[in-house]
């Protein structure tokens, strides 16, 4: 099974701030990557696929870039909307997700 | 669209089918995951079936006890899971192929 370490936990945020949160693979996925964000009684929604193309629709304040075993997540100028949980999670092979990060506003 | 169902309250040792009916898409040209997620935790993927059913896929704490299905002619996905236990009491989700579209989950509580 591939791995996903991705950090931090948790973290809080004042609005307006740059956010980045890293996920690491245990071997090659090449950019078999989603990002998926979460709120709370809701289900997961896909913000990036194939580590840095953004979904349609998603607001262009999100990014992700990297490939192989190293990857980032950023949101720039976090909104009030952006409180929620995020996952990384890899789909080179049977998908894992990474543990998530769950974001607050400072 | 993804409607999942059958979620319920069971005993540790049973068994529960759940379903999951799609709609505004070719169903039977998508594989189709089952997601769970014990509340408030983590995403944890369970099974995976190819557009045709030859190719079934699952997660090594399920292997032998979940068994993953598809009717491509009523636009559904299953999930037979047997032999429960309280660690499998989670929201059970399906989704899109690309994780691109999910249902709004049903709750499966394993409780004696």
């Known amino acids: 099974d591939v791995q996903m370490a991705q950090s931090p936990s948790s973290l809080a945020a004042s609005l307006g701030a740059r956010v980045t949160i890293t996920c690491q693979a245990s071997?090659?996925?090449?950019?078999?990557l989603n990002w998926f964000q979460q709120k709370p009684g809701k289900a997961p929604k896909v913000l990036i696929y194939?580590?840095?193309t953004l979904e349609t629709g998603v607001p262009s304040r999100f990014s992700g870039r990297g490939s192989g075993t190293f990857f980032t997540f950023t949101i720039n100028s976090l909104q009030p909307d952006d409180v929620a949980t995020y996952y990384c999670?890899?789909?080179?092979?049977?998908?894992?997700f990474g543990q998530g990060t769950k974001l607050e506003i400072k | 669209q993804l409607v999942e169902s059958g979620g319920a309250v069971i005993q540790p040792g049973g068994s529960l089918r759940l379903s999951c009916a799609a709609s505004?898409?070719?169903?039977?040209?998508?594989?189709l995951h089952w997601v769970r997620q014990v509340p408030g935790k983590g995403l944890e993927w369970v099974s995976l079936?190819?557009?045709?059913?030859?190719?079934?896929y699952y997660a090594d704490s399920v292997k032998g006890r979940f068994f993953i299905s598809r009717d491509n002619s009523r636009n559904s996905v299953y999930l037979q899971m047997n032999s429960l236990s309280t660690a499998d009491t989670a929201f059970y989700y399906c989704?899109?192929?690309?994780?691109?579209?999910w249902g709004q989950g049903t709750l499966v509580i394993v409780s004696s």
């Open positions: 989704a899109l192929s690309r994780f691109d579209y």
């Open positions: 505004g898409f070719t169903f039977g040209h998508y594989t």
């Open positions: 079936i190819n557009y045709n059913s030859t190719d079934k």
């Open positions: 071997q090659d996925i090449g950019k078999s």
């Open positions: 194939d580590a840095s």
């Open positions: 999670q890899q789909y080179d092979y049977l998908p894992t």
